[in-house]
């Protein structure tokens, strides 16, 4: 069975700084994409950041750039996501996915059940 969980959400006060990981079992992604989606309430889900399997290639929402860092751990099986200058709009639950795909635009078919982020201004 595959899982994939999140850990490290909370509440932060704007301009601090969290960081969230991932960590896989039930089956290895090292040769595949990997991201990180968050769904703010009364919003869609929107794609946060991706990584590919090596690391070499990354993507980051206009959002986030310049504020968030997305990396990885094949060995253990972990992702995270570094997120500094925090802002309120910042606020809602993240997921982390797993593609079965090599590239990082394409199906996501593995969710975690989300961290919540909570920034207060």
């Known amino acids: 069975q595959v899982r994939v969980v999140e850990s490290g959400g909370g509440l932060v006060q704007a301009g601090g700084s969290l960081r969230l990981s991932c960590t896989t079992s039930?089956?290895?992604?090292?040769?595949?994409?990997m991201a990180w989606f968050r769904q703010a309430p009364g919003k869609e889900r929107e794609r946060v950041a991706a990584?590919?399997?090596?690391?070499?290639?990354?993507y980051y929402a206009d959002s986030v750039k310049g504020r968030f860092t997305i990396s990885r751990d094949n060995a253990k099986n972990t992702m995270d996501l570094q997120m500094n200058s925090l802002k309120p709009e910042d606020t809602a639950v993240y997921y982390c996915?797993?593609?079965?795909?090599?590239?990082?635009?394409?199906?996501?078919?593995?969710w975690g059940q989300g961290t919540q982020v909570t920034v207060s201004s």
């Open positions: 990584i590919s399997w090596t690391g070499s290639t990354t």
């Open positions: 039930g089956r290895t992604f090292s040769q595949n994409a």
């Open positions: 996915a797993a593609s079965t795909y090599v590239g990082i635009n394409y199906e996501y078919k593995y």
